[in-house]
T-cell receptor
Framework: SQKIEQNSEALNIQEGKTATLTCNYTNYSPAYLQWYRQDPGRGPVFLLLIRENEKEKRKERLKVTFDTTLKQSLFHITASQPADSATYLCALVRGSNYQLIWGAGTKLIIKP | DGGITQSPKYLFRKEGQNVTLSCEQNLNHDAMYWYRQDPGQGLRLIYYSQIVNDFQKGDIAEGYSVSREKKESFPLTVTSAQKNPTAFYLC?????????????FGQGTRLTVV
């Protein structure tokens, strides 16, 4: 079955450093991948979308890579700030109806 | 401001009781979705609707029901047949079903069985 894995352990990063989150998938060949941010008790908020023919996508301090050979996406936050602390979800687009399959998310903690 | 509004934020259900979660959007989106989120798991799709008066079962539809009488509204009923309803419920919308565009989410409803 299709499976998406994100690191279940919280990631602790010192303020100012680069945070890197991983999204791995198996038994699947998605054409698109999306990243969302979720704060406690709130709904996810869309951050970035990357297509399979795009190796890298950037938006301000955010960068996403998509390696279809490794079946992996990396999400980077440069110059991290305490306000970046949240849970980050990756989602793969499934099938012709573009439904999303979700990872469980990785909790990121940026320490001052 | 355009967006999705879910209500209530917190909901308590007694055993054997049906409860309805509200979801309203003013984004003029055709597609609407209901997800369930449990700790340590990804969002799981309950039901989705591509257009008014039409909806489809998702991966975990048993014990739930929906309606889509208006474009703006997609209420979810958690029936007594749902044996483990305690969870965080998220409503989302997208411009069109068959498009790779971002999903917009409401603030969620936390349902607890008492």
């Amino acid at each position: 079955s299709q499976k998406i894995e994100q690191n279940s352990e919280a990631l602790n990063i010192q303020e100012g450093k680069t945070a890197t989150l991983t999204c791995n998938y198996t038994n699947y060949s998605p054409a698109y991948l999306q990243w969302y941010r979720q704060d406690p008790g709130r709904g996810p908020v869309f951050l970035l979308l990357i297509r399979e023919n795009e190796k890298e996508k950037r938006k301000e301090r955010l960068k996403v890579t998509f390696d279809t050979t490794l079946k992996q996406s990396l999400f980077h936050i440069t110059a991290s700030q305490p306000a970046d602390s949240a849970t980050y979800l990756c989602a793969l687009v499934r099938g012709s109806n573009y439904q999303l399959i979700w990872g469980a998310g990785t909790k990121l903690i940026i320490k001052p | 401001d355009g967006g999705i509004t879910q209500s209530p934020k917190y909901l308590f259900r007694k055993e054997g009781q049906n409860v309805t979660l509200s979801c309203e959007q003013n984004l003029n989106h055709d597609a609407m979705y209901w997800y369930r989120q449990d700790p340590g798991q990804g969002l799981r799709l309950i039901y989705y609707s591509q257009i008014v008066n039409d909806f489809q079962k998702g991966d975990i539809a048993e014990g739930y029901s929906v309606s889509r009488e208006k474009k703006e509204s997609f209420p979810l009923t958690v029936t007594s047949a749902q044996k483990n309803p305690t969870a965080f419920y998220l409503c989302a919308s997208k411009l069109r079903e068959r498009m790779n565009t971002e999903a917009f989410f409401g603030q969620g409803t936390r349902l607890t069985v008492v």
